[in-house]
């Protein structure tokens, strides 16, 4: 059986290429996954506990790998932890490159050759037939429905790739024939697709998405093996250190060049079936698949605001106060519910309590709840009970809650930029730290508080040491915003009622 990932000895090229899987053998994948920087081990965690598979960390931040058999797609497509998903057609940890630009890049090219393509190709075609599959079970006529999506969903184009969330210098999307994209920053990218309520979209539409994608295949993709159809393709590279002599547009060119040279494919920007993905960071190097055609991180979210929170994100931030069964969790400041929509998905024994001062946002949630609860009730096809969640709009310093009623507090606080004012977190900060300290239990309540408001965050934990201890500290990247996440432990101290903090 082929492992899938072999390592390379020096020299462009020297991975060595395993052979097809033996007869009755079964089909394993590598599994490279894209996560929130920072929340690598927390989805280490979940992979070992969901599929009972060992992750291995990237030195490239925000990425894992794991290995499975080729069955367990449909588990890994709903773990939380992770934006984007791709099969590893090989990995090289010491990959040389030349200094010399053109030496460089003509590596690249002859690497296709030699890359063990099979496999990874037969387990993406197996992924795509298991969402055609769920597609069709939810969707039985995919081109009028198509239509009607679109229109509800404020007209965004269809066929959009996926978004590497880790930082990176060098991003290029490219395939031969195709002009050169230019370089952007990934997470830039990323955020815009966060923050912009335009850009809207439905579960049911990620759906069609995945299921309009590829038509029948054959093979591994080779000329003359029958094929219904020349499939569509594009390279889309991620680079990022100092020492490569060429940009990621030239890499993604001529290793486009080459793919579609070997495998006849045709060249497609927007339009594509297969994405080919070549991950270079400083001497690794990656190739792969993408199994993913947006982000798993819009999974909950129909409705954006300015600052929607990533659903991964707020996964990680979930699992660090490590819910119990009857937990009462709040998210005080809970935007449009990202962090109490997947807390409730995820720990439905528990009891979720989201609220909000700003009327525009209660209401961006609610609606957020509405969907999912659509969503439930098309998925059991029968009444459903509902989930273990209720929205409220009120004020953070004077919460309408029972002194000490709180397990949980988990939230993101504003950081001052596109919500606020940092003059403005100077007071809100250390009062809502009392606040939140009055309503969790002294003991054995936490709070997971994400903030890049690093130093008026600090200050007020200084002062609000009696009620807070400060526990584990996580670094992420919010949209390329260098935030953390603050693990804090209830004291038995009581907190005071009075207002006056500095």
Known sequence: QRRGMAEAACGAGAGTAAGPVEEGAELAAVIGATVPTGFEQTAAEEVQEKLGSASRISRDRGKIYFEVPARSLPQVHRLRSVDNLFVVVQEFKDYQFKENKEDALKDLEELVKQLPWTDPLKVWEL????????????????????????????????????????KQEDCAQNAAGVEPAS????????????????????????????????EPMAGDGKPGEGEVKVLRFRVT??????????????????????????????????????????????NEVVVGIALTEESLH????????????????????????????????????????A???EGATEWPSCY?????????????????????LKKKENKESSTSLGIPLD????????????????DIIVTDMPFGKR??????????????????????TPGTGRAVLLTQDKKCFAKALSRMGHIWRKGQTVWVNVGGLHAAVYLLKRTWERAEEKRSFW
């Open 183 to 214: 370089s952007q920053d990934t997470e830039k990218t990323q955020n815009a697709g966060e923050e912009e309520e335009d850009n809207e979209q439905s579960d049911a539409k990620d759906e069609l998405q995945a299921g309009s994608g590829a």
């Open 298 to 337: 819009r999974r909950n979210i129909t409705h954006f605001g300015p600052t929607t929170l990533r659903s991964t994100l707020a996964y990680g931030m979930l699992r660090l106060c490590d819910p119990q069964p009857t937990d009462i969790i709040v998210d005080p400041m809970c935007g449009t519910g």
């Open 127 to 166: 992924n795509n037939s298991l969402k055609k599959k769920k597609t069709k079970r939810k969707k039985p006529s995919l081109q009028s429905t198509a239509s009607k999506e679109r229109l509800n969903d404020d007209g965004e184009e269809e066929g959009t790739g996926q978004t590497d969330t880790s």
């Open 419 to 440: 919500i606020g004012s940092k003059k403005k977190n100077w007071d809100l900060y250390p009062a809502c730290l009392m606040e939140m300290g009055r309503i969790c």
């Open 352 to 372: 979720h309590i989201a609220g909000d001062n700003n009327p525009q946002a209660v209401k961006r949630a609610a609606n957020n709840i509405c969907s999912l």
């Open 237 to 282: 590279c991620n680079r990022a250190g100092d020492k490569h002599s060429f940009t990621s547009n030239e890499a993604a060119r001529d290793f486009g060049g080459a793919v579609q040279e070997h495998f006849q494919w045709k060249a497609d920007m927007t339009n594509f079936d297969v994405e080919v993905l070549l991950n270079i960071h400083n």
């Open 339 to 341: 962090i109490p929509i």
């Open 391 to 406: 929205i409220i709009q009120w004020d953070i310093c004077n919460l309408p809650l029972r002194t000490g009623s709180v």
